[in-house]
């Protein structure tokens, strides 16, 4: 059986709040930023950002739901971070009817 490694939460925290800061004006950071700046265990990631979103340390603001929604985040009474960024792909179906057949 494996066990869990113990996680320094102050680190954990002094990280992610850099990540924040640094992340502000451009798009929020991405769950593969925060286990990459934390090391956080990637199924954790976002119980760990609602345990300090109600403790007051982050501030989160989210459109839609879990998971793909838009998110932004601050530290508590900081400056936002800008809307997740979204790379979709338009998909061409082979009977859309925007384009004429050749």
Same mark, same amino acid.
């Given at each position: 059986?494996?066990?869990?490694?113990?996680?320094?939460?102050?680190?954990?925290?002094? *990280?992610?709040?850099?990540? #924040?800061?640094?992340?502000?004006? &451009?798009?929020?950071?991405? =769950?593969?930023?925060? %286990? @990459?700046?934390?090391?956080?265990?990637?199924?954790?990631?976002?119980?760990?950002?609602?345990?300090?979103?109600? *403790?007051?340390?982050?501030? #989160?603001?989210?459109?839609?739901? &879990?998971?793909?929604?838009? =998110?932004?985040?601050? %530290? @508590?009474?900081?400056?936002?971070?800008?809307?997740?960024?979204?790379?979709?792909?338009?998909?061409?179906?082979?009977?859309?009817?925007?384009?004429?057949?050749?």
């Amino acid at each position: 059986m494996r066990t869990r490694r113990p996680l320094d939460e102050g680190k954990i925290i002094v *990280r992610l709040l850099l990540l #924040i800061t640094q992340q502000v004006g &451009r798009a929020c950071p991405t =769950r593969n930023q925060i %286990v @990459a700046q934390t090391g956080l265990p990637k199924r954790d990631v976002w119980r760990y950002l609602d345990t300090l979103h109600k *403790r007051g340390v982050i501030e #989160i603001e989210e459109r839609a739901i &879990r998971p793909g929604n838009w =998110r932004r985040m601050r %530290v @508590a009474g900081g400056k936002w971070t800008d809307w997740t960024s979204r790379q979709v792909q338009k998909r061409r179906f082979p009977l859309d009817p925007q384009e004429p057949a050749p």
